[in-house]
């Protein structure tokens, strides 16, 4: 491509997500552990497509930050750990369900398991994973816990749905889109951080301060991956940069420039988005008038905002060193992208 977004705006750093990781070593190899355990089945086709993506090289920060936030608490029960892989499998049936909706090819620099064993056994053992999920969670003994996370999963769905429902739409509103993230992503990041207090017992506002951390960090996260798909590199990101762009995906970058644009500007997006007129030429025309509308940098901006947020919610809880990993994991986050 022809086209540079500089996306360095002087808030450059080094964040790391090595104290979290350092933190939860030993519950994660529990985690681990109990992952090879429940994506187990005599059906041969089911770990197969479930260790395809669960082995492809994931952070598994979700989890991660369930285990934190519990230590966070002083727990020191397993119900963390059964929660924590209840919420990668969560996930990762998201993932093999989100790959089969969006057609996508590849996932983490990998093939999709749609694209090795076809739609139906990804759907299917997406479901599987989901059920396994849901007995660990039942297994932990707390409806809390139970209602906190199936409550994400009914409104991850909803996101799902809502997403099909603006897709291609580019007169879908930031609010709007920002609704739909905020089901889609967010939702899980909250079940995550909160569950983790939660068991441990923590009070009503500690939980609460967990799943606003949660919710915000989320939605950074989010608007950091659709800044990352037209200012990455492909390396990085495990798929070719664009591939929202030419999947016609209506994403906060794309709306700024769309509502910022001029009448001739906006009817390019409409060809481009609405009848599938996404080649590299398109791409490298959409990327200039990104850069020409700040709205990249903005939408790291919006991120940036939202981190804020997770930070300040964190801000009463007393300081401990799950604490300041937590706190890491924002800068980690939004650092993706710069």
């Known amino acids: 491509m022809g086209v540079v977004v500089n996306i360095d705006d002087g808030k450059r750093t080094s ?3 090595e104290d979290l990781i350092a933190l939860t070593r030993q519950d994660m ?7 090879l355990s429940k994506a187990g089945s005599d059906v041969t086709m089911i770990p197969e497509v479930a260790n395809h993506l669960i082995s492809s090289g ?4 979700r989890p991660m930050l369930t285990l934190a936030a519990a230590q966070m608490f002083g727990y020191e029960g397993d119900g963390h750990v059964k929660l924590a892989t209840s919420v990668e499998f969560m996930h990762t049936a998201t993932l093999l369900h989100d790959d089969v909706v969006d057609e996508s090819d590849m996932r983490r620099g990998k093939r999709t398991a749609r694209m090795i064993w076809g739609n139906q056994a990804s759907v299917l053992v997406g479901d599987f994973l989901l059920g396994q999920a849901f ?4 297994d932990v003994g707390s409806l809390e816990a139970l209602d906190i996370l199936s409550a994400a999963a009914s409104v991850i769905a909803e996101g799902e749905v809502l ?7 580019l007169e879908t509103t ?5 609704s739909v993230i905020k089901a889609k992503t967010a939702a899980l990041f909250s079940a995550a951080a909160e569950v983790g207090p939660v068991v441990a017992d923590a009070t009503k506002a500690d939980r609460a301060a967990l799943r606003s951390y949660g919710t915000n960090l989320g939605l950074a996260f989010q608007l950091i991956d659709d800044a990352l798909d037209y200012a990455g590199d492909t390396s990085s990101l495990g798929k070719n940069v664009g591939d929202d762009f030419r999947e016609g995906k209506v994403t906060l970058p794309v709306i700024l420039s ?30 200039k008038l990104m850069k020409k509308h700040n709205s990249i940098a903005d939408t790291i901006g919006r991120a940036r905002h939202f981190g ?27 650092s993706r992208v710069t």
């Open 29 to 35: 190899g529990r985690v681990n552990e109990l992952i």
């Open 258 to 287: 769309f509502r910022r644009g001029s009448e001739e500007e906006r009817e390019f997006w409409k060809s481009a988005i609405e009848k599938d007129q996404t080649d590299d030429e398109q791409l490298e025309f959409a990327l």
């Open 308 to 334: 804020g947020i997770a930070r300040d919610a964190l801000a009463p809880l007393k300081d401990t060193p799950q604490k300041q990993a937590l706190l890491d994991v924002i800068d980690f986050c939004i």
């Open 135 to 138: 007995r660990m969670m039942v």
């Open 15 to 17: 964040a790391s997500i």
């Open 174 to 178: 930031e609010d709007e889109y920002l």
């Open 163 to 169: 997403q099909l429902s603006v897709a291609k739409n």
């Open 58 to 61: 994931g952070k598994r920060l």
